[in-house]
Structure formats: C-alpha cells, structure tokens
C-alpha cells in the first residue's frame, strides 16, 4: 500500500497489492476519469500524478487557483473531479472551488488539506464539498472515494 506524507514529500516505497501497469481495482468506464489536483506543494502534485495515473485516471496539476481555472477552463469537459489543497497562495482552495462552480454549477469537488486554516470541515462542507480528506493520507485508501466522486454524476455540490 503506498503512503504518502506531503509533509516529508516521499512515499513509503511499498506498493503491497499494486502492479506497475494496471489499476489496483478496474473500474467500468467507458473513459478514464479525470482529476483536476490543486496543490503548492510540487511532491504532493508528483506522487499524485504518477499515482492517479496508475490507477487509470487522467490527471490535470496545477500550483495555485489561477492556474487551476485556466486549465479547468480549456479542458472542462474532461474534468470530473477537481481535488483541492485548502492552504495555497493566491486563491486558497475554497476560494477556488468557488470560482470553480461559477464556470461548472455541478463540479464536484473535494478537499485534502493537513491544516485547514481558518476553515472548518463543516464550512468546506457548506461549500459544495463531497469530501474533506485530512493529510497525510494512505493513496490506497482515497482510490475507491475518488473513483466513487469521479464517475457519479448524480453527486453535486448542495445546493445545486
């Protein structure tokens, strides 16, 4: 099982259960999901991609929340998912999943974060949030959440 600590920037290096090639579980999809993953941190943006990848997604990085809406606006339809750090500079993740539904109403978003500031898990919550996700976190363990917010579209933001 990896693990990954954002704090200390590396996995564990075990990787019980998973191939090199193919997905630890084979979701049915008739495409490869994909996740828009906010982070400042450059390790925690590596290891996710590499990671997501193996797990079947197609996965879209960006550092901050300007650079998150500029590729949620070119690759939009693509985007099932957007996974957000809430602490990052400029516009801090709720700010930007706020931005975020003001281009795509239903975009379905959740948020990971080791220290979620001035927020609460209520209030990101109240945002439209499907999930908070605390860091560090076991990337095994997020696979089946992930997949599950990704391919259903009957879940949105409250409210909408």
Same mark, same amino acid.
């Given at each position: 099982?990896? *693990? $990954?600590?954002? +704090?200390?920037?590396? =996995?564990?290096? =075990?990787?019980?259960?998973?191939? &090199?090639? =193919?997905? *630890? $579980?084979?979701?049915?999809?008739?495409?490869? +999901? &994909?996740?828009?993953?906010?982070?400042?941190?450059?390790?925690?943006?590596?290891?996710?991609?590499?990671?997501?990848?193996?797990? %079947? $997604?197609?996965?879209?990085?960006?550092?901050?929340?300007?650079?998150?809406?500029? /590729? !949620?606006?070119?690759?939009? *339809?693509?985007?099932?998912?957007?996974?957000?750090?809430? @602490?990052?500079? &400029?516009?801090?993740?709720?700010?930007?999943?706020? #931005?975020?539904?003001?281009?795509?109403?239903?975009?379905? !978003? @959740? $948020?990971?974060?080791?220290?979620?500031? =001035? +927020?609460?898990?209520?209030?990101?919550?109240?945002? %439209?949030?499907?999930?908070?996700?605390?860091?560090?976190?076991?990337?095994?363990?997020? #696979?089946? /959440?992930?997949?599950?917010?990704?391919?259903?579209?009957?879940? @949105?933001?409250?409210?909408?």
């Amino acid at each position: 099982m990896l *693990e $990954f600590d954002p +704090y200390n920037g590396h =996995s564990n290096g =075990s990787n019980r259960g998973l191939t &090199g090639n =193919s997905p *630890e $579980f084979l979701p049915e999809a008739t495409r490869k +999901y &994909g996740i828009l993953v906010v982070d400042d941190d450059g390790g925690v943006r590596n290891v996710l991609n590499k990671w997501l990848h193996r797990q %079947g $997604f197609d996965v879209w990085l960006a550092a901050d929340g300007q650079e998150a809406l500029a /590729l !949620f606006w070119r690759h939009h *339809e693509l985007i099932d998912l957007v996974l957000l750090d809430v @602490c990052i500079p &400029g516009l801090d993740g709720p700010q930007t999943a706020t #931005a975020l539904l003001q281009l795509k109403p239903r975009m379905r !978003f @959740c $948020f990971m974060s080791g220290d979620l500031g =001035s +927020y609460t898990d209520r209030k990101l919550r109240d945002l %439209g949030a499907l999930a908070v996700i605390p860091k560090p976190f076991r990337l095994a363990e997020i #696979a089946p /959440l992930l997949w599950e917010l990704a391919s259903r579209a009957d879940l @949105c933001p409250a409210g909408v």
